[in-house]
């Protein structure tokens, strides 16, 4: 079973930066690409950047575009989400997702087969 751990979220003023980590718990970590999702209250759960197997294809929402750089470090089976000029709307809980199925990311929610719980990102004004 693949479990997800999220870490680095924590509130932050606006035009101020975070970085998430995501550690991965599977034998052969370059087997999945992987996402980043975030939540706020009342909301769906909305695409923000997706990263293939091997990191050479990254994808972004536009909402986030040319502010926040998705990453990952296969040797370390983690994947990161560096957040520039955060915005007060960036404010949402930030899920880690896995995906065995194919090798580039996508942007859908049921494309994703493991998630993590989440860690909350608050930016203030």
């Known amino acids: 079973q693949v479990q997800l751990v999220e870490s680095g979220g924590g509130l932050v003023q606006a035009g101020g930066s975070l970085r998430l980590s995501c550690v991965a718990s599977?034998?052969?970590?370059?087997?999945?690409?992987m996402g980043w999702f975030r939540q706020a209250p009342g909301k769906e759960r909305e695409f923000v950047a997706g990263i293939s197997r091997i990191g050479d294809r990254t994808s972004y929402s536009d909402s986030v575009k040319g502010r926040f750089t998705i990453s990952r470090d296969n040797a370390k089976n983690t994947q990161y989400l560096q957040m520039n000029s955060l915005k007060p709307e960036d404010t949402a809980r930030y899920y880690c997702?896995?995906?065995?199925?194919?090798?580039?990311?996508?942007?859908?929610?049921?494309?994703?087969?493991?998630w993590g719980q989440g860690t909350q990102v608050t930016v203030s004004s």
């Open positions: 997702a896995a995906d065995f199925r194919v090798p580039t990311s996508g942007v859908s929610v049921s494309g994703y087969d493991y």
């Open positions: 599977v034998r052969t970590f370059s087997n999945y690409a």
